[in-house]
């Protein structure tokens, strides 16, 4: 109960630092990244709507669904209009949070930021692995400075599924997703 307690408490005051930045015009700060938070996100935190809500109170958060391999799970979305793609999705089993994907641009203080080129950021390494099925073509690397941190390449390359392309060609590519998994001891 205290660590649920104190982390809303930091989620608060962050929010309340960001409104107040959005309130006096300026942009409000990206998130900070670290194996054991993402902004007001952490291992902790509950995978329920109302949980998430109360951290981002800038978004609009719903409850939906997404597929993979066939099959549909639940997720919960956030926004910060009410239509067009998700910003952010949080991905769960039962109250227990999983993984953060962030999908705009300005959200995460990490090497690399969503639209930008995977080559400038150093973020291509041995620790880049090939897309398979839904994300065929993609490129999935490791962030080398954070455990539980990832990014998404879009690359031009039609190579056989599961195939890493060359490395000039992923460095070409761009970020279209950052993902933070929960790190747990």
Known sequence: MTVKYNSLLAASV???????????????????????QIGPVSAQTAFDRDT??????DFEVVEAETWSEGMAYPVIEARRGTGGE????FDGEGERLLAVRVRSAGLVE???????AA???????????????ERSGDIHCLDPSVSGLSYWIAVDYAGP?????????IQSGSVYEIRWQTVRR
């Open 14 to 36: 962050l929010a309340a630092i960001a409104a107040g930045a959005c309130a006096a015009g300026e942009a409000a700060e990206a998130w900070p990244v670290s194996n054991s």
């Open 52 to 57: 998430i809500a109360g951290l981002l109170p």
């Open 86 to 89: 998700a910003d952010i999705l």
């Open 110 to 116: 990490a090497a690399a930021d969503i639209g930008g």
């Open 119 to 133: 080559g400038e950021a150093g973020i291509v390494s041995d620790q880049c692995y090939a897309g398979m099925e």
């Open 161 to 169: 599924d599961g195939t890493l392309p060359p490395r000039d060609v």
